[in-house]
């Protein structure tokens, strides 16, 4: 989630299906879809914003509807209108974010805008450039915008945030898997198992697979009651609560989800374990003093 951050004044807008994309048609925040040597096509900034609003109209029920997360809060006349805001601007090597409006108290909510980039061209590998870079995102911030509009914003606790939104990207479009990026980062979840699970710094990003645990072992409704136990708690309280439902609890989840991190690589079993499991890298032996 964003620092709080004004929200930006762009050139043109469009409002549909109640949200409304706000992006310029000239400058360096002029979005663009991409060629297939990866180059910005000239003249394709209207075609970009119906992509992302082709990716709302398909995001935003399955969240929303289908997987039980709520409906957005209206905003009121925040940037023109009661609408859901997004923002299309240049943001270098950054996918996107999502800011709250105001400072909300420790877990309490707030509304919220999306701002994502213009055209993706950073994204690796060469296939998830472009769109399938912008929908992954618009999946993993909408559930941001959810989280922090329903449940309760934890500012010292965003590592499940990013957890759960990084889980959402594979939930809402599993043939991307830009995920696994952050699985072979230096500073992921297989180079540095010794790391605190609730750290915030990036090793958050890559620790989505426990979405993946969660879902594969207790269902994917076990992510989202574990949100209703946000309203109230901190994110590792609502974890422990949530499982406890089914007899289990955090401590249990969490020795488990270490013993799956081990079956990945060559070492996968994706019928007893991670479904991609062969696609992750080998866990990196650690020695802790």
Sequence with gaps: AGTLLNRPVMQARVTRGGFTVHFDTTGINTPALLDASGAAIPGSARMYVDSVFASLAYVGPLEMQTLGYGALRSDGSLSGGPEYDVFIMELSNMYGYTTPDGSPPEGGTSTTFITIDNDFAFVRPQKNRGIPGMN?????????????????????????????????????????????????????????????????????????????????????????????????????????????????????????????????GSRSDPTKYYPDGAEYPVMTAAVVE
């Design 136 to 264: 992954v995102t618009i999946a993993h911030e909408f559930h941001h915008a959810l989280q922090i509009g329903n449940y309760g914003y934890w500012q010292e606790h965003t590592y499940f945030y990013e957890i759960t939104s990084t889980w959402m990207e594979d939930v809402a479009y599993p043939a991307v898997d830009d995920y696994y990026n952050y699985l072979s980062a230096s500073w992921g979840q297989f180079r540095n198992p010794d790391r605190a699970f609730t750290s915030n710094d990036l090793i958050c990003y890559s620790r989505g697979i426990w979405g993946q645990y969660i879902a594969k072992k207790f269902g994917r409704e076990m992510m989202r009651l574990t949100w209703e136990e946000i309203r109230s708690a901190v994110p590792l309280t609502a974890i422990d609560r949530a499982l406890r439902t089914q007899g289990y609890d955090a401590a249990t989840a969490f020795a488990d989800w270490t013993l799956w991190n081990h079956f990945t």
